[in-house]
């Protein structure tokens, strides 16, 4: 079987998760990408393509292999991937559910449309004055962007303006939103479908770092309350099929949406679910675009938790504790990626970016995977100078 991947930079879900699962589905992998003198170390064929624009992803497959799947699970390239397995005749999403849901001001409009919810938003075209009577406070963010790049909470008129000149500043010619903030405990729901109703794995209670900025810091695993609710947002966008990672917030009104990530879910999180539940989750992600059906979800054992460390000042990093990986017999079990190096320079930017490393850990209860992270950071701690 061929499989082709479209991606940008290499990230581990692709490198650690979908390439070995791949191998382990029986499939030749051709990575297709605009940067492909990144991805030379992956194992895989990789060819050069304009990987952002869907004509080129068909143009490129159909001179070359014919294809059993072609799959991504980069945030930018689901639409034009989901338009090249739609040509060739392979399972895949629906092109404009991808559409709807990477665009924040689209996801709203369609979620209103349908009677699902409403949620007060604007959308700013390049230049547009900001809302008049827009209540606060008030949510701005990119209206496609992701990691929490350029979200920001504004109090007042006047911060609002001096946000939008700040993002502009930054992401000139880009549209914006500008939202009511949702305020409530901030959940996930984890979803896998193969055509027909979609499979709940599962979600997360998130933990954001301190506002105006909204980095999410920790994740732990948590039955998902609303479900039916966001099973219903989903089926309005025509988000049921492949991995779906949805973030909601449970507000005194109900839950309500605050973004549909139609992929799996990111910062190792993928890793910890899988562990998790134990199931192969990158094979079964892939297994849906070959054909195959999503299968049952496993069961959790445990709680799940994922840390990530966030670098809270610039400067140097001097002190770092290494990659972890559980030993045998440990009743937590533990991992540590590290996302920087010794001597790296960092500067936060108050975004998902800023991560230093993260670290997953599954254990019998909260309690033990508690205390467990506790003896991690305590034995070895990040330090910047």
Request: charged share 25%; glycine share 10%; aromatic share 6%.
């Amino acid at each position: 079987m061929r499989l082709y991947l479209t991606a940008l930079k290499p990230t581990d879900s692709v490198t650690d998760g979908f390439l070995p699962a791949a191998r382990a589905l029986g499939c030749d992998v051709t990575i297709l990408t605009d940067r492909p003198e990144r991805h030379l170390d992956s194992g895989a064929e990789v060819l050069g393509c304009d990987v952002r624009d869907a004509r080129a992803v068909i143009d490129v497959i159909a001179h070359h292999h014919a294809p059993d799947a072609v799959f991504s699970n980069s945030d930018h390239l689901q639409a034009e991937t989901a338009l090249a397995a739609a040509y060739f005749g392979l399972p895949g999403k629906d092109w404009r559910a991808c559409v709807a849901a990477k665009n924040k001001a689209l996801t709203r409009r369609r979620l209103a449309a349908a009677g699902v919810e409403t949620v007060r938003s604007v959308r700013l075209a390049p230049g547009d004055p900001a809302p008049p009577d827009m209540p606060f406070p008030a949510v701005v963010k990119p209206r496609e962007g992701v990691a929490s790049e350029d979200v920001v909470l504004v109090r007042d008129d006047r911060e609002l303006a001096a946000a939008l000149r700040a993002i502009r500043a930054r992401r000139p010619g880009e549209a914006l939103v500008v939202e009511e903030y949702l305020e409530g405990p901030l959940h996930t729901l984890e979803t896998l479908g193969d055509g027909g109703e979609p499979l709940v794995l599962g979600g997360f209670r998130t933990t954001l770092g301190p506002l105006p900025y909204f980095v999410e810091e920790r994740l732990d695993w948590e039955p998902p309350p609303g479900r039916e609710h966001v099973l219903r947002a989903l089926a309005a966008l025509g988000a049921g099929f492949g991995a779906c990672h949805t973030e909601y917030v449970m507000t005194q009104a109900g839950p309500r949406i605050v973004e549909v990530n139609y992929r799996v879910i990111g910062d190792h999180c993928d890793f910890l679910l899988g562990d998790l539940l134990g199931v192969p989750l990158f094979e079964r992600v892939l297994g849906v675009h070959l054909g195959a059906a999503a299968g049952e979800p496993g069961r959790a054992g445990g709680h799940a938790t994922a840390l990530s460390v966030v670098a809270r000042r610039p400067g140097t990093v001097v002190a770092s504790p290494g990659t972890v990986v559980p030993a045998p017999g440990d009743p937590v079990r533990l991992w540590h990626r590290p996302l920087r190096a010794v001597g790296d320079r960092v500067e936060p930017g108050n975004t998902n970016r800023d991560y230093l490393g993260v670290v997953r850990a599954i254990g019998p209860d909260r309690a033990s995977v508690d205390a467990a992270l506790a003896a991690f950071e305590t034995a070895g701690p990040w330090v910047i100078a």
